[in-house]
């Protein structure tokens, strides 16, 4: 059996068909394409054998529903904000170009500077916390402090 042959023809053959019912289900686009890929993933690292073709298209369109609740669950538990709400609850006019660069830096960076100086933990707290050393800290604090100094000075802050 040729795994890499057998998933390329069924991508051929499904994908349409799972994209419709990802995009039916999740109602987004962009999770519907990842909804898709991760079916044909699991495919991959599965290697199921099927006795004929309604088999395999019951066990893709199952897989992609599987995927597609699993994707709508962790919505629920995880929901997004968007930036605009986040700069609107906890910047004024003034601060809101400063916090938009804050978001933008890696999250290493973006927590330790967070903690540290927005809710005012002290260098031990945020290590605690981050589960790092304090060292591992203080260079996170340095190196965000470096990153947003050289953002803020292009655009001429």
């Known amino acids: 059996m040729d795994t890499v042959k057998d998933v390329r023809?069924?991508?051929e053959k499904y994908s349409d068909m799972l994209y419709r019912i990802c995009i039916v289900i999740l109602c987004n686009e962009q999770d519907a394409q990842d909804a898709v890929q991760d079916t044909f993933c699991r495919y991959l690292e599965k290697k199921?054998?099927?006795r004929e073709a309604e088999h395999e298209k019951?066990?893709?369109i199952r897989v992609a529903a599987n995927i597609c609740r699993d994707m709508q669950r962790f919505r629920l538990r995880h929901p997004k904000v968007s930036i605009d709400e986040v700069e609107n609850t906890l910047a004024g006019p003034e601060q809101r170009e400063t916090l938009r660069e804050l978001l933008e830096l890696p999250v290493k960076q973006k927590t330790a500077i967070y903690l540290h100086y927005v809710e005012g933990y002290s260098v031990k707290e945020t290590a605690d916390i981050m589960g790092i050393t304090e060292g591992a800290v203080k260079m996170r604090l340095r190196r965000g402090r470096e990153q947003m100094r050289s953002i803020l000075s292009k655009?001429?802050?």
């Open 9 to 11: 023809e069924a991508v």
């Open 48 to 50: 199921p054998v099927f």
């Open 58 to 60: 019951a066990w893709l």
């Open 155 to 157: 655009e001429g802050v």
